[in-house]
């Protein structure tokens, strides 16, 4: 089955890692990786616009094919794979309605965290210099910090953003449940597969968050 | 069922309206439906923030309950609608891998959609005066135009996010692609049963989007 899949990938994109996670999560190892350069604009390629055609900055990956099917939506991939893949690997939608409204929940929570950590560490790559703001980029870090704190008490969110965040130099001092969460999945195998190259490459990341 | 469920809503919310039509094609007419005033600041009130902390704006609402089980982003409560009532009335997930890997690939689509679509009418509500610049809503206008003809193209979309399209002055004539899907639906049981009262009241909308 896995065999005839195949994923175009971006190191260290969050939505990329997600599909990585549950491919992983549902023993689907055969599926064909290709890890796309952003620096060379292999994420515009003819390949990546023929999939998918919006393509625009670090949006034309991950572009995952099953057969002639083709999913490029992170979000749309997990919900993909589960549904086809009930039975197989670990079941990742639980069954009682209290934990499937919460896991819903979640889940998509997770999407406004992202959104708010793309407004910070994306902002110069989003916003041409003309149109920048000091004020602007700490109203979006302090619109992070807020959501951050929810996520604290929460206790519940998505490894590839939480790992992205402490890549970019967030405070594990500051933020001790996101700390510890992230140290406790860092070594989960489906994680650890979907680990980026560069990051093991360079170990240092970042320190855009260190001040929030 | 339906008569343990409880909906706050927003008039003109396209996120509230996918929750409102989910539980029409459902057949869960019973579920309580609060009409919460933004212009008041209703959805910042002390009962929307105990069951939506982030409360802020336009993102307090919908704001669903099923019992005691809260679930108030949009598409999470879709989810649990349709995987908890399965069987009853219409059913929203098809069964053909081909069919599910689209209707996922375009749910998500439909965010990016929403996205871009807030980034112009939400221009001056989310950015300062001070921080505003012509090129910047210049520059959304262009993406959304862009993504709009992916859409023509799809002929396949999101009914409350077209509808608040033409609500704010799109052509039909430039994209009459969306404009015929418009018309299609919009008298659909379940759509009509969520028409935003003041859309009905005044008929006339904005017109921030009559020149892309």
């Known amino acids: 089955m896995a065999k005839s899949m195949s994923l175009l990938w971006g190191a260290g994109s969050?939505?990329?890692?997600?599909?990585?996670?549950?491919?992983?999560?549902?023993?689907?190892?055969?599926?064909?990786?290709?890890?796309?350069?952003?620096?060379?604009?292999?994420?515009k390629s003819q390949e990546v616009l023929d999939i998918n055609p919006r393509g625009q900055f670090r949006r034309g990956v991950p572009s995952f094919k099953h057969g002639d099917l083709v999913v490029n939506e992170s979000y749309a991939a997990c919900f993909y794979l589960e549904s086809q893949f009930k039975s197989q690997g670990n079941k990742l939608v639980p069954d009682s309605p209290a934990e499937q409204a919460l896991m819903y929940q979640r889940m998509f929570?997770?999407?406004?965290?992202?959104e708010k950590l793309?407004?910070?560490?994306?902002?110069?790559?989003?916003?041409?210099?003309?149109?920048?703001?000091?004020?602007a980029l700490k109203r979006n870090k302090e619109a992070l910090a807020t959501e951050l704190r929810l996520w604290e008490v929460l206790l519940v969110t998505f490894f590839p953003t939480v790992a992205t965040l402490f890549r970019f130099g967030l405070?594990?001092?500051?933020?001790?449940?996101?700390?510890?969460?992230?140290?406790?999945?860092?070594?989960?195998?489906?994680?650890?597969?979907?680990?980026p190259p560069h990051w093991l490459e360079n170990l240092k990341g970042q320190d855009n968050l260190k001040d929030i």
């Open 14 to 43: 969050p939505p990329c890692r997600r599909v990585m996670i549950v491919l992983e999560e549902k023993k689907l190892q055969g599926c064909k990786h290709k890890l796309l350069s952003f620096e060379k604009g292999e994420h």
């Open 109 to 114: 929570e997770g999407l406004t965290l992202y």
């Open 118 to 135: 793309k407004a910070v560490i994306g902002y110069t790559w989003f916003v041409p210099e003309e149109e920048r703001h000091d004020s």
């Open 171 to 195: 405070s594990a001092e500051r933020y001790p449940q996101l700390g510890g969460y992230n140290a406790l999945l860092k070594d989960r195998p489906s994680i650890k597969a979907s680990w």
